[in-house]
């Protein structure tokens, strides 16, 4: 099931930012859970990955002490890893502020497949059920990377889509508050939304991607440029399982939204792109990224997409990337192209 958001019928206005938001980084849910194991995190990407995020936003931060914000008893630590007086007197850090939306890799999606939220029905007992527990598996991962995160000293604060207010019709967009995303930017915090189970004016409920979220967000708040973190080092020209797929490093869009490979040059320049998708992957997959990516790029706005917990990703966070490409840089990057 693909979420579209291609006939948004949400707020317009623009949201204004005393500080320009520098980057929106999806955290793909197959690069942080193991997708094919239920309610699993992949425990060293998203240490990584936070790490990661930590030495791309804040400014002078890649080395010295770093005070965790996570105070709550963890498993597996028998300590809090910074106390109250750890913070007395510690100077104000210089960030760069960021938005963060990660999917729901093995968390939520089994749960939508099989009660069939994504198609509606909320009248149904099984949907019901299915749009409860949905939603109480992608906000408990929520509340886990809130976590990853506030214990690499990042101000993170978790938003869910449901209750912030967002809902759609017939799957696309009908309302999208971002008051709260604001204010939590101005305050010098980071939130962190998720895909999630929402309801549908004609549907009565769907299931909302976090990729169509990420291309929402940076119509409104037009960030420098927006990373999406996966599990495969970028666009393939098919399934990167395959034998001889070639990785896409430049994805070319035009003023009508369409897009053609730039490089490398291949025998069909304008060929589309072959995607698998997860049995159980409710919101399109590889087809979904591909697609707000490019609306995304057709704002002006450079979308680079890179394998999770790797030195290719940090450079990509880090903003490194402006211009022409690196050769030793492995990614996608897909941009706006007035040719």
Known sequence: MEVSNTKQQHQSASISLTKPVRCIVKLGGAAITCKNELETINEENLKTVSSQLRQSMTTGSNSGEVLGMDWSKQPGESEISSTISDFEDRPVVDSSPFIVVHGAGSFGHFQ???????????????????????????????????????????????????????????????????????????SGLVPVLHGDAVLDDLLDCTILSGDVIIS?????????????????????????????????????????GSWSIEKPTLQNKNKQVETSVAAHDTTGGMLTKISEAAAIAKLGIDVYIVKAATSHALRALSGELKGNLPDDWLGTVIRFSNK
């Open 112 to 186: 939508a497949s099989k009660s069939g939220v994504h198609k509606g029905g909320l009248y149904q007992p099984l949907v019901k059920a299915g749009f409860v527990a949905t939603r109480i598996s992608v906000t408990k991962l929520n509340l886990e990377i809130v976590r990853a995160l506030a214990r690499e000293g990042i101000p993170s604060v978790g938003m869910s889509p449901f209750s912030c207010g967002w809902s759609t019709r017939e799957r696309n967009i009908a309302s999208a508050d971002l008051s709260a995303v604001a204010k939590a930017i101005e």
């Open 216 to 256: 929402n967000l940076a119509a409104h708040l037009k960030p420098e440029y927006v990373v999406f973190l996966t599990d495969v080092s970028g666009v393939y020209d098919r399934p990167p399982s395959e034998p001889n797929a070639v990785l896409l490093r430049e994805i070319a869009v035009g003023k009508d």
